[in-house]
């Protein structure tokens, strides 16, 4: 009789259930409309004259002889060499995840179990340099890669998203830290653990969650970068959001759309990916930081 008198009214099932639908489609439609139209011909995909030539694909039709076309994606791919600019960003995400989660696990549980004063100051610094828009922070480093002869390469990008990065990733990671019991420390201590044995067999266990949390974090600010790596990287190293920028030409160079879109594609479809692969673990570590706050 409980469990009857709290189910939902059969009303409100229906418009609940009716509204996720709506969104899920609202929210998947501009990828969606991309991934299609990035089998069609810019004639097509950007009718002015009728927009259902984009559901047709009339024009790509009577260019590659069916509604449904590659072109994109090999220009993009072998053309353009866009894997070269995959390769770039999978290398400049690795080492930036790598370190930044070196840096700010180590960091963040050091200022967890530190009693001093200054951890508060120093977090508070550290929040006022990841408010800044990062490109006053790249407008400082240029001068001393042009010095040192450094500015292009893929270590000067990782170097500067890292720094960019880094508070970001000790503040989330010093959260999670802090929701841990320092009785789990003292515990492993009296088993005759040391301090970082006791950090890396007892505490990186219990908040591992949180550790791929403010991983994928870091990746995604790596991922989708574009003020950073559009400004300290060379042509020649570019990752894939410049390179995807580059192919929509400027007004001194013309440019391919369609070769854009495939990139896009292409750069979007790993992302799904990663969130579906990582779910639960994101879920678990924002709830546990969401718990402690």
């Not at 004639?43 to 030539?53: G, M, P």
């Not at 574009?226 to 190293?237: D, P, R």
Request: charged letters at 10%; one cysteine or more; proline letters at 4%.
């Amino acid at each position: 009789m409980a469990a009857a008198s709290q189910r939902k009214p059969l009303g409100l099932q229906i418009f609940l259930s009716a509204f996720v639908v709506i969104w899920l489609i609202m929210a998947a439609f501009p990828f969606i409309w991309t991934l299609w139209g990035s089998f069609k011909v810019e004639l097509d995909f950007f009718s002015i004259a009728d927009w259902t030539n984009a559901i047709t694909g009339v024009r790509t039709e009577t260019t590659h002889g069916s509604p449904f076309t590659d072109a994109g994606y090999v220009g993009a791919w072998v053309q353009e060499e866009f894997w070269r600019n995959v390769i770039n960003t999978s290398l400049v995400c690795i080492f930036v995840v790598a370190t930044s989660l070196t840096i700010g696990t180590l960091g963040g549980y050091a200022l967890s179990r530190s009693g001093f004063k200054y951890v508060f100051w120093l977090l508070i610094i550290a929040l006022i340099f990841r408010a800044m828009p990062p490109i006053t922070l790249v407008s400082g480093y240029l001068p001393v890669f042009f010095d040192y002869n450094v500015w292009g390469y893929l270590p000067t990008a990782i170097v500067v998203l890292v720094a960019i990065n880094q508070p970001f990733t000790l503040w989330m990671l010093h959260s999670f830290f802090e929701g841990i019991p320092k009785e789990l420390d003292e515990s492993a201590k009296v088993d005759g653990c040391t301090q970082f044995q006791a950090f890396r067999q007892v505490i990186i266990p219990v908040m591992w969650p949180g550790v791929i949390t403010t991983g994928l974090f870091s990746f995604l600010l790596a991922y989708n970068d574009f003020a950073v790596t559009s400004m300290v990287l060379a042509e020649q190293n570019r990752t894939m959001v410049p390179a995807i920028a580059a192919f929509l030409g400027t007004t001194y160079t013309e440019g391919n759309v369609m070769f854009a879109v495939a990139a896009v594609v292409s750069a979007t479809a790993p992302l799904f990916v990663l969130v579906m692969f990582f779910q639960r673990q994101i879920v678990s570590g924002l709830t546990a930081g969401a718990v402690k706050g």
